[in-house]
């Protein structure tokens, strides 16, 4: 596609509740990442996939949360048993190679978790 | 780990410069950058600039490096009220096998 599409836009669920984030990236991009930004914060690396190597998931803040792509195409990003610390905005971007010349963000899913 | 770190707010005239402010502590950060984000998007790339490089100049906007300082600053010329915005500094380097790093963001005020 022409840019990266995260869906949805905006998520509230309840407390304990598992969601879904999809992101799109665009078409031939080898590199996905997702970030997380919490309100008035700074981007927080969550995990990054590069083609067909194994993921790079140190930034996962705990095993409630897990990411998927297929090949070099679409991720979900799960978050099982929703507290209310998870509640930010998860941004997606994706990227040539390994994103040396920077990446291409989508607009992000707000969730909010109550 | 390497951390980037800028000042969080900046205020300034319409028709004035701005000049953002950002710090590392990579030392093998090779590549360092400036992304926008606007209220409810995504960040957006404005420019980078390699480790040996000192300077670059895009237009309105000028980027200057201190790789002794491991400083990185943001001119922007003349500024607009549509330049209001967040502005990200970002280094990608060895250490972090070239994941990219963000600063907090500084929130730039432009006043009419």
């Known amino acids: 596609g022409a840019g990266v599409s995260q869906s949805p836009s905006n998520k509230v669920t309840e407390k304990g509740k598992d969601v879904e984030l999809r992101c799109d990236p665009i078409s031939g991009h080898t590199a996905l990442y997702w970030y997380r930004q919490r309100l008035g914060q700074g981007l927080e690396f969550l995990i990054y996939?590069?083609?067909?190597?194994?993921?790079?998931k140190s930034g996962l803040p705990s095993d409630r949360f897990s990411a998927e792509r297929t090949g070099e195409s679409v991720s979900t990003l799960t978050i099982q048993r929703t507290q209310q610390e998870d509640s930010a905005v998860y941004l997606c971007?994706?990227?040539?190679?390994?994103?040396?010349?920077?990446?291409?963000f989508g607009s992000g899913t707000r969730l909010t978790v109550v | 780990g390497e951390d980037v770190e800028q000042s969080l707010f900046l205020s300034v005239r319409e028709g004035d410069s701005s000049v953002i402010n950002c710090t590392y502590t990579?030392?093998?950060?090779?590549?360092l950058y400036w992304y926008k984000q606007e209220p409810g998007a995504g960040l957006q790339l404005l420019t980078y600039i390699f480790s040996n490089m000192d300077m670059k100049q895009d237009q309105r906007l000028t980027v200057l490096l201190n790789k002794k300082d491991k400083h990185l600053s943001l001119r922007i010329a003349d500024t607009q009220t549509g330049d209001s915005a967040i502005y990200f500094c970002a280094e990608a380097g060895n250490t972090g096998g070239f994941k990219t790093i963000f600063g907090a963001g500084t929130r730039l005020f432009v006043k009419a």
């Open positions: 971007a994706s990227s040539l190679n390994k994103g040396l010349y920077g990446y291409t």
């Open positions: 996939f590069q083609g067909n190597s194994a993921p790079d």
């Open positions: 990579d030392s093998s950060s090779t590549y």
